[in-house]
């Protein structure tokens, strides 16, 4: 999908369509006034008020002339004189005469007239305009109060909804966490994206919208976007803050995000590891009462789970890309949503302390999964050179890896307890099928191949031991004295030998027991199923 970034306002706020429709409409009644008030100008002006105004003036001469004929009659007649033949013949000529009189007066008059004329359409004009201002006052005006008094109103209302998202968020132990390795530790409000691709930073209630932004697209449509995940805002694609990669999405709703890395020098085969845990983690989750997995974004996970299906090796970490997920969801009566990121990084990040430094994805992890090659030690060199062409054994020592990661751990703020990292650290020897069990006894039966936990405890301590006799003694006790939850497994990716003539599917084991462990630690119990 296309995004596109914020630039051009593409929502509308709070009420604003209210308020683009009160403007529409006032305007509009000011325009209906201009209209009537522009007719009756000109009704008064140039239309049938101006005849009629005309016509009055033609009476009003003829009506002078017979007023003055009528002022000499009552004159005669005042001094005794009767009306007669010579009274009728003075009261005609002096009505023509005046009328005649008058007629040459027309246009002084008629300028009157036309004056008479404007000041009663100006004064109907301003009556109408009085009126009209009146009513606006009355229903505009409070029209205009009430949106004003509901935009301050939603201002006490968005608030407290943000602070009830906010304590959802912590009660839930919810987080916006990249699954890049970027230094975001998930408290930023993440980039929303709409489906046309337009990038919203601030996805929250306001005035834009309480419940729901409306973003405008292209077509002129709007979109109704949540303000809260409660609200569904969490089925929109998403970028980090920081770095703007994409976010996972559990299929289940908002999650808490579980983050494990996977720490290990080259060739010690962490991303098989990691794939190969990935399956069966998940069946076993959802075998549990009432929990549900599923591995998120499974498509691009296809190609490599088919190759080992076809017993084909993957081919080591070049860099360090987003991390693969896995949605949890546990039963009503506990209400928890997880999503466990696997973060891969490349074996050559962990062999200096420079690259090692880089890795920011580290300040905000749950879980350390610690890959040891048990073939790197002095003590298995001449099986490890017998079977060298299969195995490639790392070459960086052990307490090197131990002492970068407790130097970068510390260096990141990592918390603690009592001066020990309180993240729960799993140190698992790989490689287990091709153990010399043989000639070194007590690198036998370090792993469990059927899921139970009845003996987790014991493996644990014969897996320390293994791992103190090959000559990781001063491994284990910086890991002692630095962890203050340390437990140690074995396990084997492949479950044979790589031979590129066998076709059959890789078989692993032990590989599902230090995530299933890391859950429990962390207060998700789906791994309890494996103990029935």
């Not at 596109?4 to 308020?19: D, S």
């Not at 003036?57 to 009506?63: W, Y």
């Not at 043989?438 to 644990?460: E, T, V």
Request: net charge positive; hydrophobic share 45%; glycine share 8%.
């Amino acid at each position: 999908m296309t995004t596109r970034p914020a630039g051009k306002r593409q929502r509308m706020y709070l009420f604003e369509r209210a308020y683009v429709d009160y403007v529409g409409y006032l305007r509009a009644f000011l325009a209906y006034v201009k209209r009537v008030s522009r007719a009756i100008w000109q009704w008064f002006w140039n239309g049938l008020g101006s005849i009629i105004m005309d016509i009055m003036l033609k009476v009003a001469v003829v009506a002078s002339g017979v007023t003055f004929g009528v002022m000499y009659v009552s004159y005669e007649r005042s001094h005794g004189r009767s009306f007669g033949v010579e009274t009728l013949l003075a009261f005609l000529l002096i009505a023509a005469y005046v009328s005649l009189l008058m007629w040459g007066w027309k246009a002084p008059v008629h300028i009157m007239a036309r004056a008479a004329s404007g000041s009663c359409a100006s004064g109907t004009v301003s009556v109408l305009g009085s009126v009209s201002f009146a009513a606006a006052i009355v229903i505009f005006m409070v029209y205009l109060a009430v949106l004003v008094f509901l935009t301050a109103l939603s201002f006490l209302v968005f608030l407290p909804m943000r602070l009830g998202q906010e304590v959802y968020l912590l009660y839930r132990q919810i987080a916006y966490e990249c699954p890049h390795d970027c230094p975001t530790k998930g408290k930023k409000l993440p980039i929303h994206i709409c489906e046309c691709g337009q990038e919203y930073r601030d996805l929250k209630p306001s005035f834009y919208g309480i419940f729901h932004h409306k973003c405008r697209h292209a077509d002129g449509k709007y979109v109704k976007l949540p303000t809260m995940d409660m609200l569904g805002r969490y089925k929109l694609q998403r970028k980090c803050a920081d770095c703007g990669g994409y976010l996972i999405r559990s299929p289940y709703g908002p999650s808490r995000p579980f983050s494990v890395a996977a720490i290990g020098p080259v060739n010690v085969g962490k991303t098989m590891f990691l794939r190969q845990a990935m399956r069966p983690l998940c069946t076993r989750i959802n075998s549990a009462d009432g929990y549900k997995a599923q591995i998120i974004d499974e498509e691009k996970l296809k190609p490599d789970f088919e190759a080992l299906d076809r017993g084909i090796t993957l081919p080591k970490t070049v860099r360090a890309g987003d991390a693969t997920a896995m949605a949890i969801k546990a039963p009503k009566r506990r209400g928890q949503k997880i999503v466990l990121q696997l973060y891969d990084f490349p074996g050559e990040d962990f062999q200096t302390m420079e690259r090692f430094a880089r890795k920011q994805a580290l300040q905000r992890v749950e879980g350390i999964v610690l890959l040891v090659d048990p073939f790197s030690f002095p003590s298995l060199s001449g099986h490890a050179k017998r079977l060298s062409e299969t195995l490639k054994p790392v070459e960086t020592a052990l307490t090197t890896i131990v002492g970068n990661m407790v130097r970068l751990l510390m260096l990141k703020g990592v918390p603690s307890r009592a001066g020990k990292f309180a993240i729960p650290l799993a140190v698992v020897l790989s490689k287990a099928d091709a153990l010399p069990t043989g000639d070194f006894p007590y690198l036998g039966n370090l792993y469990s191949s059927n899921g139970k936990h009845a003996q987790a405890d014991a493996l644990s301590a014969r897996c320390q031991e293994a791992l103190d006799k090959l000559g990781g003694g001063n491994a284990i006790r910086a890991l002692q004295q630095n962890f203050s939850t340390v437990r140690y497994f074995a396990c084997t990716a492949q479950g044979r030998m790589y031979d590129l003539k066998d076709p059959r599917p890789f078989v692993p084991a032990g590989v599902v027991e230090p995530f299933t462990w890391m859950l429990r630690v962390g207060g998700v119990e789906p791994a309890a199923a494996s103990a029935k």
